[in-house]
């Protein structure tokens, strides 16, 4: 365990208020198995610290805790199984008595209350109750979560962008006064051993992209609506906050942007594609990506009538199709809960439905979400020409590849075309009912030819 906090460390936490390693309750709750249930998430998570003493609205107001209830709180603790090692002792602050109990993340994963297990996510404690949640945390557990394991070779002292770390303690309300040391601490995005988390180093690094080879945005603009010619292809590197803002710059010089002046005060930007959709897509590739897969980057593709936002790993197990868009279950839930404190994630599981309602405000057609392998958003532009001329063009680009290349794939058509698998198969379908193409041979070894 740690080292006991003090009076400056809880001022600390207390200003940067709650979020994914803190709790905080104004008193003991009548049920302490609320306490037991936060407590068994920290575990089940990067650890944490529960205030008690202390509002939510960020304000100190002290509490007496006397041995009997010191006893009980410890019992109820010790229900969880594993036994989970906790400190806990109180701290005077500002002439006020602030109980903490604070806890290490757990290294015999998963930690179990009354049979249910606590997860973390964001600055919220969920409980999963469902079979397919339970088997995504044991799966995740058994290889530990990306974001929580150490980047031995990083070095706190030279690789941390300081530019982006003071940014970050303004866009936290963090006091100036307050170590980087400390607030690093804080934060849980360094082990006990001292070897920063692969979180610590997405967010915080000045160069991640040296530790996790594919923590990289690529950022591709094609001439029309196909990927056969690139006109454009940037990789953009650096903590993952500012990955994000170089591929928003680089979308806003390629997307039709006007300028709104309401009432002689600033100009508003419009974007042809609602930014703030544009922002959520980005932000939830840079949160939820897999970052075990190390053969694919985050990609940011725009088409003539098209952007499209791809990262690595469909939805976990612990989403299913009908909780789509109501839900959230992160795969790096420490990324996740350093951009809920940072403002750029509004509320957890909202992010799906506030594209959906962006789009429609802008009277665009609604978003397609792709969901398995890579997960990917589909966010339409408005675009002049018909549906009726983008078909055709479809069509046709599917006729010349099958003259040029006569045993080319379903797979390979994806790509030529941009449509999904099943869109691919329509079209095929649709000209061999019309007599413009048959297959020759087997479906595996046979190939196409084209009749017009």
Not at 112 to 124: F, K, M
Not at 308 to 326: H, Q
Not at 353 to 363: E, I, P
Request: proline residues 4%; aromatic residues 8%.
């Amino acid at each position: 365990m740690n080292k006991q906090l003090i009076a400056s460390d809880i001022q600390s936490i207390v200003q940067a208020g709650e979020g994914y390693n803190a709790e905080f309750k104004i008193r003991i709750p009548n049920k302490l198995k609320e306490i037991s249930e936060e407590i068994c998430a920290f575990a089940n998570a990067a650890g944490g610290i529960l205030l008690i003493g202390v509002s939510d609205d960020n304000q100190i107001h002290g509490t007496e805790i006397d041995n009997s209830k010191r006893s009980a709180i410890q019992n109820s603790l010790n229900e969880i199984n594993p036994h989970v090692p906790v400190a806990l002792y109180s701290v005077e602050v500002e002439e006020k008595v602030v109980w903490v109990i604070e806890v290490n993340t757990g290294s015999q994963k998963p930690y179990v209350l009354s049979g249910a297990i606590y997860v973390r996510q964001g600055s919220n404690t969920q409980k999963l109750t469902t079979v397919e949640q339970m088997r995504d945390f044991f799966q995740q557990s058994d290889r530990i979560y990306f974001d929580e394991a150490p980047c031995i070779d990083f070095d706190r002292e030279s690789a941390i962008d300081q530019d982006w770390f003071r940014e970050f303690r303004v866009m936290s309300g963090l006091s100036p006064t307050v170590s980087q040391k400390q607030i690093i601490h804080n934060l849980k995005v360094v082990l006990p051993d001292g070897n920063m988390k692969n979180g610590g180093v997405l967010f915080f690094g000045l160069a991640p992209e040296e530790f996790v080879e594919t923590a990289i945005i690529r950022c591709i603009a094609f001439e029309d609506n196909t990927k056969t010619q690139i006109i454009d292809d940037k990789l953009f590197g650096g903590p993952l906050m500012k990955q994000y803002r170089q591929a928003m710059n680089w979308l806003k010089g390629k997307l039709n942007v006007r300028y709104e002046i309401e009432g002689g005060g600033p100009r508003r930007e419009i974007w042809e594609v609602p930014e703030t959709a544009l922002k959520e897509a980005i932000i939830n590739a840079l949160s939820h990506r897999d970052y075990y897969d190390k053969g694919a980057k985050i990609i940011v593709e725009f088409f003539k009538d098209r952007v499209e936002i791809s990262n690595p790993g469909g939805l976990t197990s612990a989403i299913s199709l009908d909780d789509f868009g109501t839900k959230s279950h992160s795969r790096n839930p420490l990324i996740f809960g350093l951009f809920v404190r940072i403002q750029m994630v509004e509320q957890v599981g909202s992010g799906i439905g506030r594209m959906r309602d962006l789009m429609k405000k802008a009277k665009l057609p609604d978003p397609v979400f792709k969901t398995e392998g890579m997960f990917s958003v589909v966010l339409r532009r408005t675009v002049e020409e018909t549906v009726e001329e983008t078909v055709e063009e479809t069509v046709d680009l599917i006729l010349n590849a099958m003259k040029i290349n006569p045993k080319i794939t379903s797979r390979e058509l994806q790509d030529r075309t941009g449509l999904t698998r099943r869109g691919v198969e329509y079209q095929i379908s649709n000209l061999k009912r019309e007599q413009k193409i048959i297959r020759v041979g087997s479906t595996k070894a046979g190939e196409w030819k084209v009749l017009t």
